[in-house]
């Protein structure tokens, strides 16, 4: 696949065929997501690829610490709710989701389910739990790399077929992934991905997120 087809057509997946995803190509696209640069090379990421029983036990884990109304323990900083342009474009495109969804505004029960799903990590056969070395935590350059390595994976993913989505509720009771995942002390949970082989006839696959236009995020100076 041409790079720009696969940057220009990449979208978030979340419905998944039940198919499993051999640990050799999962192992080839982590390849190409370790080309990914980082600040001085440090490559401060670990990526801990988890599938079969240790997956469930995290979704359930997940699930009934959520139901349980278990509030939400992350090992990175939160920003605390979007405002303004940020909270518009989170609407945005949770409208275009619901809505291929047959998801209605006052419909409680299938909002609610919506939400348990990702905490499930839409029920993907594979998930890569991205951590982060901990003696680097407080800075944000190695956030940044983080960034790179987790777009350089859903991206290498693409290209093979795969889909994937970045899904920061799979490690919102992050106790239980690590325990599930055995993340050793030095490291820090930043984000796992949910992944495996689209299922086509999942209505929010075929969702197009929107971008505001290149002039209202880009300056060029000096042209
Ligand atoms: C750090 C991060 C966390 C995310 N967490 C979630 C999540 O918990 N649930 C979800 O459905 N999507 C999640 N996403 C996916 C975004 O909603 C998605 O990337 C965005 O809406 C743009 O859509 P696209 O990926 O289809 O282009 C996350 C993305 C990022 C980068």
Known sequence: MELDQAM??????????????????????IALANRAPSS?????????????EPLEAVRQGNSERMLGGVPPVREIVD???????HRDRQVEIAVQLFEAMGI??????????????????FDAPVSVVVCLDRDLVDGTIAHFDLGAVTYGLVLAAWSKGLGSVINGQGIMQSPVVREHAG????????????????????????????RRPVENMARFVGF
Not at 40 to 52: E, K, R
């Open 183 to 210: 993340i050793p002390d030095d490291q820090v949970i930043m984000t796992c991905v949910a992944l495996g082989w689209p299922d086509e006839s999942f209505d929010a696959n075929s969702v197009v997120s929107r």
């Open 40 to 52: 001085m090379n440090t490559q401060p990421w670990y990526f801990h690829v988890l599938t079969g």
């Open 8 to 29: 220009q057509g990449r979208r978030s997946i979340r419905g998944f065929k039940k198919e499993p995803v051999k640990r050799e190509l999962l192992e080839e696209i």
């Open 104 to 121: 209605e505004r006052n419909d409680k029960e299938k909002r609610q389910d919506w939400v348990m799903r990702g905490f499930r990590q």
């Open 79 to 85: 920003h605390g709710a979007y405002e303004g342009v």
